[in-house]
Nanobody
Framework: QVQLVESGGGLVQAGGSLRLSCAAS????????MGWFRQAPGKEREFVAA????????YYADSVKGRFTVSRDNAKNTVYLQMNALKPEDTALYYC?????????????????WGQGTPVTVSS
C-alpha cells in the first residue's frame, strides 16, 4: 500500500508562489505516475499536473501550463508542484495521487492512491 502525505498549502496573494510536496511512504519504483488534482467548492475534481516517475515526462492542464511545474525527487520518494503566478481561480483543495499501472494520467478514476489534500487559497 502506498500512503501519500501532502504539504505546502496555504494562503497567498494573487501573483505569488507556493510549492506543494507529496511524500510517498515507500520506494516508488512500482509507481507509473504521480499526479496533482484539485477540487474547488461546488466543482468536480480536476486534473492539474502529473509526472511519469521513471522517465520524468510531465503533463499539465491547459489552465496551469507555463505557471506550474511538477517534479520529483527519487531519493526522497517525493513529488513537488511549484505554483507560480497564482490566480484566485487556483483556489482549491489540492490532492496528490499515485497511479500504479500504465495508461492515462488525466483521469481521477485511473489513480490508485490518494493523499488527504492540502488547501490553497489565493486572494485577489
Amino acid at each position: 500500500q502506498v500512503q501519500l502525505v501532502e504539504s505546502g498549502g496555504g494562503l497567498v496573494q494573487a501573483g505569488g508562489s507556493l510549492r506543494l510536496s507529496c511524500a510517498a511512504s515507500e520506494r516508488t519504483f512500482s509507481t507509473y505516475a504521480m499526479g496533482w488534482f484539485r477540487q474547488a467548492p461546488g466543482k468536480e475534481r480536476e486534473f492539474v499536473a502529473a509526472i511519469r516517475w521513471s522517465l520524468g515526462y510531465t503533463y499539465y492542464a491547459d489552465s496551469v501550463k507555463g505557471r506550474f511545474t511538477v517534479s520529483r525527487d527519487n531519493a526522497k520518494n517525493t513529488v513537488y508542484l511549484q505554483m507560480n503566478a497564482l490566480k484566485p481561480e487556483d483556489t482549491a483543495l489540492y490532492y496528490c495521487a499515485a497511479r500504479i499501472y500504465s495508461g492515462s494520467v488525466y483521469e481521477t478514476r485511473e489513480y490508485d492512491y490518494w493523499g488527504q489534500g492540502t488547501p490553497v487559497t489565493v486572494s485577489s
